[in-house]
């Protein structure tokens, strides 16, 4: 399956609706504190949020990137793969709803070969790959383990839904030394992923999401 810079250029050029065009006051700067690992501090104005993507018939996704909030339409889908672009045309692509690739940042995000919900059993090491690039276009690469321990958390309220979900706290080992600490909701039915808050690589802006309208 194709998962590369052809497609996102592809995503990039379609015609899609984002924070601004939308009249979404969440779209702004919060500065480059890391985000939290509650549900509640992935994405500042909720409320602006939830009243946009109640009134929009598309896939939609609250996202946290390199400082900015927005309320992202998707572009474009193949298979597992979903585009979402914001009116910068900062593009996040997720792979089986997790940070893949991004484009349009001055730190790119090129691969995340993350594992996937329901591929670990507790306390098992499952690999993690990733290739990024910086602002002065140094292409980097580094692998690491993740160990990922989950537990019910219920009635978690997402923009437009409550649900009960799984909550799994991910702790990265990378091969430099460093360590990441990454959250994700998933629903145990379809193990599909709802929300999340993830270190693509050690000290990098973290990447947060939560599903408003989902595309399933």
């Not at 437009?160 to 994700?184: K, Y």
Request: negative net charge.
């Amino acid at each position: 399956m194709a998962r590369g810079h052809d497609i996102i250029s592809k995503g990039r050029s379609l015609a899609v609706l984002s924070c601004l065009s939308l009249g979404l006051v969440g779209c702004s700067s919060t500065g480059n504190s890391p985000l939290g690992n509650t549900l509640a501090s992935l994405i500042p104005d909720r409320e602006a949020v939830a009243t946009t993507a109640r009134s929009l018939p598309y896939a939609s996704v609250a996202a946290h990137m390199d400082g900015n909030d927005a309320l992202m339409v998707m572009a474009h889908q193949v298979g597992e793969d979903t585009f979402w672009q914001a009116r910068d045309r900062a593009t996040l692509q997720l792979h089986a709803g997790l940070p893949y690739r991004t484009a349009g940042f001055d730190n790119e995000l090129l691969k995340l070969d993350y594992p996937p919900i329901g591929s670990a059993a507790p306390k098992e090491r499952l690999p993690v790959v990733a290739d990024w690039q910086d602002a002065e276009g140094n292409e980097h690469h580094l692998t690491g383990w993740v160990q990922r321990q989950c537990q019910p958390e219920p009635q978690v309220e997402l923009p437009l839904t409550t649900l009960d979900l799984e909550r799994c706290e991910d702790r990265v080992a990378w091969s430099n030394g460093q360590t990441s600490r990454n959250t994700l909701w998933y629903r145990p039915q379809d193990q599909r992923v709802w929300a999340g808050s993830i270190e693509p690589w050690p000290d990098a802006k973290r990447i947060g999401w939560q599903v408003a309208r989902p595309w399933w």
